[in-house]
């Protein structure tokens, strides 16, 4: 199972509906994170990276925010590049 490729594309209206559930859900929580290209580009740089683990997590000011990493073929983390600190919505949020 850990070399299977996950993940699928999807149109903008299954985008559109899942987000707008879960925020119409969790109206105060954050539900997105932005990342700049680069911070993903170094995780995708990890030597033996095969995917990328998107964590859950809680910053120190209760905030619930998101930390990727790469894993290798057998699904293991690799802690080499580890990126965290996107800017979380709310309340930077731009079109989302």
Do not use: W
Not at 12 to 27: A, G, L, R, V
Not at 39 to 64: H, K, M
Not at 65 to 82: E, F, K, P
């Amino acid at each position: 199972m850990a070399n299977e490729k996950h993940g699928r594309s999807i149109s903008k209206d299954e985008f559109d509906k899942m987000h707008k559930t879960f925020k119409s859900k969790n109206p105060e929580k954050t539900h997105a994170v932005l990342f700049h290209k680069d911070s993903i580009q170094r995780v995708l740089n990890t030597p033996g990276a095969e995917s990328v683990r998107i964590c859950f997590g809680e910053n120190d000011n209760g905030e619930n925010t998101v930390m990727i990493l790469a894993t290798d073929a057998q699904g293991s983390n690799l802690y080499t590049a580890i990126e965290d600190r996107g800017q979380l919505c709310p309340p930077y949020c731009s079109n989302t």
